[in-house]
């Protein structure tokens, strides 16, 4: 018997922006032990005919060479995170004859998920979908047998803008608010959208959102959109996600919960009349790549070798196994052989000298040479609150931020320039200057002006060249004149300056 095995690796999965009818190609792999003959796998993410099922299908290359037909059994299945067949559709008991260009398959090999969040987990560990196909020739015992592994990743972006309706209160029924949004990816694709008031008799107003891309090659898959107060606070008003839809939409078109009692209650939220929205896509592009990664002959002469193989294999995403950031999470949050300790004015953070000095020169410093901070294993921190002084360390931990707010995320970019810890600075200077708007210019300013960042410099020079008028009129920047009378002039110097350099004579 002549055995060969493909498994093909589909990253991000529920990204897939494909229709009914519309399929996704492996790629190809030769097989050389069965007449050196070239082969795809065909997957339908939303089902050949009926959108309610997975189609899958092997079929031979139509340039393939060998002979002009081929007989042999397969088996094709989806496989969970250790490499465990969850379903199959097996083609035991018939031998198949496949012609150039032929393929065999079931139109309703899986039925999708849906919300069902259990099953899910199984079949989609971080996302990835596993399939497998199995092929062979004759019968009896294996004495040539063959492996080989592929990967497809579908391309994501994300982005997040801020839009702002002025006179909020003023917008008419059907009023239609439009933006536009233009990516920064070398491929420059754009977005667009409108925000109203949609107003039908009977029924409540209701701010609605429409956005849709500017491209077939872009297709949008989940939105969330957060309503902003003057002081950069967040309050999540309105979301959608697609990856669930058994039909994909092009134009997604949403309400939004502002309810005039929220906003007559919190009026922070609707300073002279302007609403601030902030909006959060997450688009996929299309195929990021696709390529054959492993091949493995003659595994039959190594009878622990295919074990080996599955171990290695699956390893990036073992179902139920922690991984290595899991492992140093939990020991933070466990206190476990902790061995120095962070103090701010009202609490004390026990932590962990080699992160410290993993992530900060600062603290490396500290810790390693000879300074009180070595000696006392303490290191006074008074000019951090607690909430700042914890969300600092969990990235320290694990890179990651959770629940990132305009306040937390100036704290946080302070504490990370302090501590020199590069990753964080970008993180927080990324988010501050996205979320950028005509009323919290005035803290960036500030922010660029004391740490001297140039990238922050750079980005503020220019929203205040293009919204100048409307930034200089607001009582915000009437404030910060009375607190920072010497940056504020500069700054007006500048943009006075800049704005004459534009005029032609």
Known sequence: MRKFTFIWFIENFSYCWHETGEGLVSPTFFVEIIHSTSWNLELYPRGEEDPKFISLYLRRCEDCDGPGKITLFYELSILDANGR???????????????????????????????????????????????????????GEVD????????????LEKISFINIIEKFGLLKPDQKKSFDVTSVSKDGFKFSGNIYVKNEPGSEEEVMVDIFPGSDDVH?????????????????????????????????SF???????????NIEYLPNDNLTLRCQCTLSTGIEFERIEETFYDLQLTPFLEEKLNAS???SCPAGAKSALADIKSLYKDQILTDVQLKTLTKTFPVHKFILCARSPVFRAMLTTDMKEKNLNCIQVDDLDDSTIEQFLFFLYTDVLENLQWESAMKLYYA??????QHLIDVSSSFLITGMNTINITDLLIIADRHQDSNIKIAVENFICEKGK??????EWENFMETNPLLAMKTMHLYLKKSNDLIII
Not at 224 to 251: M, P, W
């Open 144 to 155: 040539k047998e063959a492996r080989s592994c592929a990967r497809t990743r579908i391309g």
């Open 416 to 421: 990370a320039d302090k501590y020199q810890v």
């Open 220 to 252: 949008l898959i989940t939105c969330q959109i957060y309503l902003l107060s003057s002081a950069g606070k967040e309050v999540e008003c309105g979301k959608i996600d697609t990856r669930n839809y058994i039909d994909r939409k092009h134009t997604l």
């Open 470 to 475: 409307k930034i200089f009129s607001s009582d």
């Open 313 to 315: 294999s699956f390893a």
């Open 255 to 265: 309400p939004i919960n502002l309810g005039k009692n929220f906003l007559d209650k």
């Open 85 to 139: 067949g969850l379903v199959s559709a097996k083609r035991e008991e018939d031998a198949y004859e496949f012609e150039k260009g032929k393929g065999y398959g079931p139109k309703d090999f899986f039925e999708l998920l849906g919300n069902n969040l259990e099953e899910k987990t199984k079949v989609l560990t971080s996302d990835i979908l596993r399939v497998c196909c199995k092929m062979w020739i004759d019968e």
